[in-house]
């Protein structure tokens, strides 16, 4: 341990071991956040119950058994178990607690006065009887509500427990203390060892760097576990695909689960010579399956041997595998700003890109396939770009094979690929021939593992008709283009430099202390792929990515803009160094105003559930839609008066038609 953190040999020896103590107790206050939010520690928090009675409804099959309801949908009507009227009292918390087993899923909803849902929980189904618990805020409701469970499946559930109650004011001051005696222990830590800190932080000692990387990864770690938006879209059922790998050896779902599935025609599915495949890439399923099989041998599984699919053990293991690689992710950043920053510099850089970028609000939050294509790219620069690793042949075999991972995950790495091929052509060329080999090897593989299971050479995912790329010449003709060039960097929906506004900041201090960079060549190269990427993402017809949160598609550069942001910060350094910096304190202020607002809107869209259900319209107005059934549209990325990151703290905007 004192090789971790070389300062003085007695000193360093304390210092690891009330660093180790400190850890220790942040897992305590972690787990007893944890804890807190747990059904045990909720029911410590409950006061009187507000109602405790159900009513069978009108349609479907119900019947009693005892305590309990038992229902059952007749023929293609739902069945509805109704439940007394409650009124709630404003600014509190109430406890809903729900006791149902059996069935394949159901939907529990509040009913305003005007018998429309003012909240809507879809469950999965559960082996069992088992309780579930919800915190939900009377602020966010109607006053008066009534609530009914909604069963549209044949096979019956069970409804043994409905209940209600109002939560003790201690519960949102326990739920804060954790935190609180989090900070305060950094604080002891932080002031009790400062001057060595400090030291060490300002030094160009590499001999920490083992302890400081272990030490962003935990943190990461603990913050992105905790957070609690769950964003699991496009990836639905990729643990399926997992599964289906480890007991069958074979990336096509069972075709029991593709029958359970059928009823809710997903797009995630597609039927190729009788066979199910995910549409999506499934190179991540492959990348999950030793997570997904630790959880199989703790007996937390996607799907049942019928075929039955479990949301929750999915959401489950996306939570795990999302935090894991977020926080890997973070770790190699933190070795990339070493390659021109001291440890305090990197440090705190990488703290700006956690929290304040899309690793946050997207890459740690399950699960989306850029976690893994952008963890992969970013440890293949580290091997070309690190002095310690660049001049040995493994380098290269093992950065060829992460940069071909990372393409299968996200067919837009591609412009990474090249660029890293760029990389290697011109600091070390005669690794060419090594570094190409590897990486067609890669390629021929799956091709014919593409060839096997498709019978085409790419994967469906990968054709133009999907990402339009046969189409691309044509786009730069239609005005659809100006609106994605514009949307992806400035909309207030999807804007890049709206979610992360310290990016021109960058790019300025990039420009204006060009002499200083480390390396001129790798800084134009990010920024070559940063404009590439950014116009590839404005030639698609599907520019602002669906269902997610802000520019969700420019998770791909991350890593090239954290070494765009590094080399910047490295020269910024050393121009003040020299005495060729003026800096007004107007413009330190402006730049800090922009890495705030950066922290604010990325942290929502991690910690507030507001921000991913976010619609500008629910239903587009009439006068948006040209024919057809309404569904969502992207005129809402332009709303600035409902923005995404602004959801929950401001007033919705309700949609209303154009006048003639």
């Known amino acids: 341990m004192t090789a971790f953190v070389r300062w003085r040999p007695g000193r360093s020896d304390r210092l690891v071991r009330e660093a180790l103590a400190l850890g220790l107790l942040l897992l305590l206050c972690a787990a007893a956040h944890r804890w807190i939010g747990s059904n045990a520690g909720l029911h410590g928090f409950k006061l009187e119950p507000a109602f405790a009675r159900l009513d069978a409804g009108a349609f479907g099959k119900i019947r009693r058994e005892g305590d309990a309801l038992v229902v059952r949908s007749a023929s293609n009507k739902p069945a509805v178990a109704m439940l007394d009227e409650v009124t709630l009292e404003p600014d509190k918390r109430y406890l809903l607690v729900l006791q149902v087993g059996g069935g394949l899923g159901y939907r529990f909803e509040a009913l305003d006065e005007n018998a429309k849902p003012a909240l809507r929980l879809r469950l999965p189904p559960r082996a069992g009887s088992e309780e579930r618990l919800f915190v939900l805020e009377a602020a966010n409701l109607p006053e008066r509500l009534r609530f009914r469970i909604v069963n549209k499946w044949p096979e019956e559930l069970r409804v043994e427990r409905v209940e209600l109650y109002r939560l003790s004011g201690a519960y949102r001051l326990a739920g804060l203390a954790p935190w609180l005696a989090a900070l305060l222990l950094l604080a002891l830590f932080g002031g009790r060892h400062r ?96 997570f997904v099989a630790a959880y199989r ?62 690793i946050f609000s997207s890459i740690s939050r399950p699960f989306w396939t850029h976690g893994w294509a952008v963890l992969l790219l970013a440890a293949a620069l580290y091997l070309l770009l690190s002095p310690s690793w660049n001049r040995r042949a493994v380098a290269y075999v093992a950065s060829a094979s992460l940069l071909s991972w990372s393409y299968f995950c996200r067919p837009t790495m591609a412009l990474s690929v090249v660029a890293a091929t760029l990389i290697v052509a011109v600091e070390q060329r005669r690794r060419l021939p090594v570094f190409a080999g590897v990486g067609l090897v890669w390629l021929a593989l799956f091709v014919l593992q593409s060839m096997a299971s498709y019978g085409e050479p790419l994967p469906p995912y990968m054709f133009s008709w999907h990402i339009e790329s046969g189409h691309l010449g044509a786009r730069f003709l239609d005005p659809g283009y100006l609106d994605g060039v514009l949307g992806t960097l400035i909309s207030p929906g999807r804007g890049l430099l709206v979610f992360v506004p310290f990016v021109p900041c960058v790019l300025w201090i990039a420009v204006r202390r060009r002499r200083w960079l480390p390396s001129p060549l790798l800084a134009a190269l990010a920024f070559a792929v940063f404009v590439a990427h950014w116009q590839v993402l404005s030639l698609l017809s599907t520019w602002w990515g669906g269902q997610s949160y ?64 976010w619609r500008s319209f629910e239903v587009p107005p009439r006068w948006l839609v040209e024919g057809g059934e309404p569904r969502f549209q992207p005129a809402g990325m332009w709303n600035w008066r409902y923005p995404q990151f602004m959801a929950g703290l401001i007033e919705k905007e309700q949609s209303r038609p154009r006048p003639d």
Request: hydrophobic residues 55%; proline residues 7%.
């Open 550 to 613: 802000g520019p969700r598609l420019f998770s791909d550069i991350v890593p090239w803009l954290f070494l765009l942001s590094a080399m910047a910060l490295h020269a910024f350094r050393e121009a003040t160094r020299s005495g060729d910096v003026r800096w007004p304190k107007l413009k330190a202020a402006g730049i800090a105003l922009t890495v705030a607002a950066a922290l604010f809107i990325n942290v929502r869209g991690a910690t507030a559930p507001e921000t991913w259900r």
């Open 195 to 290: 001057r060595r800190l400090a030291a060490y932080f300002a030094s160009p000692d590499r001999a920490g760097d083992r302890f400081f990387v272990a030490a962003v990864f935990a943190a990461c770690l603990l913050i992105f576990s905790l957070a609690p938006v769950q964003q699991i879209a496009d990836s639905k059922y990729i643990t399926v695909v997992s599964h289906s790998l480890l007991t069958s050896g074979t990336l096509s779902v069972p075709a029991a689960f593709a029958a359970t599935t059928d009823q809710e025609n997903p797009y995630h599915l597609r039927q190729i010579d009788g066979r199910y495949y995910h549409f999506f890439p499934n190179a991540p399923a492959v990348l999950n399956a030793p």
């Open 297 to 358: 041998a703790a007996g937390v599984v996607p799907m049942t041997p019928d075929g039955m699919f479990f949301r929750h053990h999915e959401a489950r293991i996306l939570r795990t595998i999302s935090a894991l690689v977020a926080a890997a992710l973070c770790a190699v950043l933190f070795l990339l700003g070493r390659l021109w920053l001291p440890p305090g510099a990197a440090l705190a850089l990488v703290a700006v890109f956690a929290l304040g970028t899309q």
